[in-house]
């Protein structure tokens, strides 16, 4: 009897159970059970084998701390596969990964509206000074003592990385009346501007009312937006951030919140989570979420969806539906399947 392709699942499935239900008629998933990394990488010797493929998940790394090389080098040989249900991979050394014949997917699509709408949230919450008026209401005051919010029409918008979430964005302010620009490291057809002019980085700065960041986290990414460049920004800038924390140097992010030179801040992201930068914390015009871009029912399950049915492809050696974008264009070097 030919035994089913493994795939040990580093955090369980809580929302799309009829796809994993689907999943384990053709392959062995199987929970993690590794008490920490030390743990995990004995295991990899023994119980784990020979398992062919990973599902992880943004809360993976708790356990196991980032998937880097060292990590990449303890896998077994049967592993060909690490299937990630989020857009974003920063924590996975893909170069480790490549090197190894071991193929990366995400989960970039399903992750887009959800993202967004939490995007205009933050907008309107810190363009309209909300956080310091529930602040001041949970104190037992009303409407006193706050200051006031400004409206979206006519303002102008940069987006900082016209990806899928950038161009959801960019959709969802034309109702308020507000311009959008944006700066990649390359302009875009018009299709994919989506009718937003492309600028230069130093003219997103100095022209935007609003900076929304949407870039991956990598090395040419990290603290993209640092010191100067928030002091080429217009003063009273709101500044929004639902990528990654590290794309901008919190402690000076922190610094020009506090100066008066950024206006508000709406984060979703922060650049050592779980911890947040006191500064952030104690100004109540940091309107801040705890990572919660796609903290929903409907998001969560597609995004587990689309993780599983990469898993389920590999592992019965079809094509993969999202190859990470560094792996893209080596595809031809990796073995598909076993």
């Known amino acids: ?97 490549t090197a190894r014949g071991i193929k990366v997917t995400n989960a970039p699509d399903p992750v887009t509206d959800a993202t967004a709408d939490l995007a205009i949230f933050l907008l ?37 990385g016209m990806g899928r979430i950038g161009r959801a964005v960019k959709r969802r302010v ?40 949407h870039v991956p986290l990598n090395s040419k990414t990290k603290h993209l937006i640092g010191e100067q460049e928030i002091q080429k920004m217009k003063d009273g800038v709101v500044i929004v951030n639902t990528a990654r924390g590290a794309v901008i140097d919190e402690v ?25 930068n006191q500064i952030l914390v104690k100004n109540s015009r940091a309107l801040l979420i705890p990572h919660l871009g796609t903290h929903t029912t409907e998001t969560l399950s597609k995004m587990e969806t689309s993780a599983m049915e990469n898993a389920r492809r590999g592992c019965l050696g079809e094509s993969l539906l999202t190859v990470v974008a560094e792996q893209l264009e080596k595809i031809g070097a990796l073995t598909n399947g076993h």
């Open 174 to 213: 034309e109702p308020f009346g507000m311009k959008t620009i944006y700066h990649n490291r390359n302009k875009l057809s018009e299709d994919d501007a989506a009718g937003a002019e492309y600028v230069s980085l130093g003219r997103l700065l100095g022209e935007s009312d609003i900076i929304s960041v």
């Open 1 to 97: 009897m030919i035994s089913k392709p493994r795939i040990l699942f580093f955090n369980p499935v809580r929302h799309a159970h009829a796809v994993y239900k689907n999943l384990s008629s053709v392959t062995q998933p199987e929970l993690l059970s590794s008490k920490s990394r030390a743990e995990l990488f004995q295991d990899f010797k023994g119980k784990y084998n020979n398992i062919t493929a990973i599902y992880s998940t943004s809360s993976s790394y708790a356990l196991a701390g980032k998937f880097d090389k060292e990590l990449i080098q303890h896998l077994p040989p049967s592993l060909k596969f690490i299937c990630h249900n989020g857009a974003g991979y920063d924590n996975i050394d893909i170069q480790a990964c």
């Open 124 to 160: 309107l919450g810190a363009l309209r000074q909300l956080n310091p008026a529930i602040f001041s209401l949970r104190n037992g005051n009303f409407k006193t003592g706050i200051d006031f919010g400004r409206d979206p029409q006519g303002k102008t918008l940069g987006v900082l």
């Open 252 to 276: 000076a992010m922190a610094a020009a919140l506090e100066a008066g030179k950024i206006a508000a801040v709406g984060l979703d992201v922060y650049e050592r989570e779980p911890e947040i």
